[in-house]
């Protein structure tokens, strides 16, 4: 059982596309991350959200809590923008999902 | 401010060998956090810890022991390594359960 799914698992899109990915989870929550995982195998938080939406530069998540469901957008996509994004969900403790592979070719 | 840091960064390891992985924050965070990822797996919770004191199991804690030495470090102990345990092992912090947090640069493990 997978308390969170993402979709797509993997996403080619060339340079200056908009691109979209999804996250849907289970459990009860009162937040959920997006996180992006760079090639070298960093991770860094992106988004924290509870509620609505936010934006930060060229990425913007919202979330509807009613839906159970999340979407992180990428305006103007850019080859720095190719890593795996990873969505997170705290209920009792955190659960992850298995992340979207995003590639952006120039 | 060095952030989260892990060591070591990788090792290998006999089966049934023990080791300990070491984390560190220098934020002054309440929370820390021990993963382990898995190829098609994601991310998953081996154990954290809400407050200096306090640890909790999480999703895969079997195999695993930990230790919240203070505030600033949370270390991870395999008392007896199986191959399943091969895997990259991230640490991470936040200022409460559930804030953002902060991950280390995580430890590659190969047991073999």
């Known amino acids: 059982k997978n308390e969170v799914e993402q979709s797509p698992q993997n996403l080619t899109a060339q340079e200056g596309e908009f691109i979209t990915i999804n996250c849907s989870y289970s459990v009860g929550i009162s937040a959920l991350h997006w996180l992006q995982q760079h090639p070298g195998g960093g991770i860094v938080s992106l988004f924290m959200l509870s509620s609505g939406k936010k934006k930060h530069g060229r990425l913007i998540a919202t979330i509807n809590i009613q839906e159970k469901h999340s979407s992180l957008h990428i305006t103007a996509s850019h080859p720095r923008d190719s890593a795996v994004y990873i969505c997170?969900?705290?209920?009792?403790?955190?659960?992850f999902g298995t992340g979207t592979s995003l590639t952006v070719i120039p | 401010n060095a952030g989260v840091t892990q060591t070591p960064k990788f090792q290998v390891l006999k089966t049934g060998q023990s080791m300990t992985l070491q984390c560190a924050q220098d934020m002054n965070h309440n929370s820390m956090y021990w993963y382990r990822q898995d190829p098609g797996m994601g991310l998953r919770l081996i154990y954290y810890?809400?407050?200096?004191?306090?640890?909790d199991k999480g999703e895969v804690p079997n195999g695993y022991n930990v230790s919240r030495l203070n505030k600033r470090e949370f270390s991870l102990r395999l008392e007896s390594a199986a191959p399943s345990q091969t895997s990259v092992y991230f640490c991470a912090s936040g200022e409460q359960l559930d804030n953002e947090q902060f991950f280390g640069p995580g430890t590659r493990l190969t047991v073999l």
């Open positions: 997170a969900v705290w209920g009792n403790q955190f659960y």
């Open positions: 810890s809400a407050s200096e004191g306090t640890t």
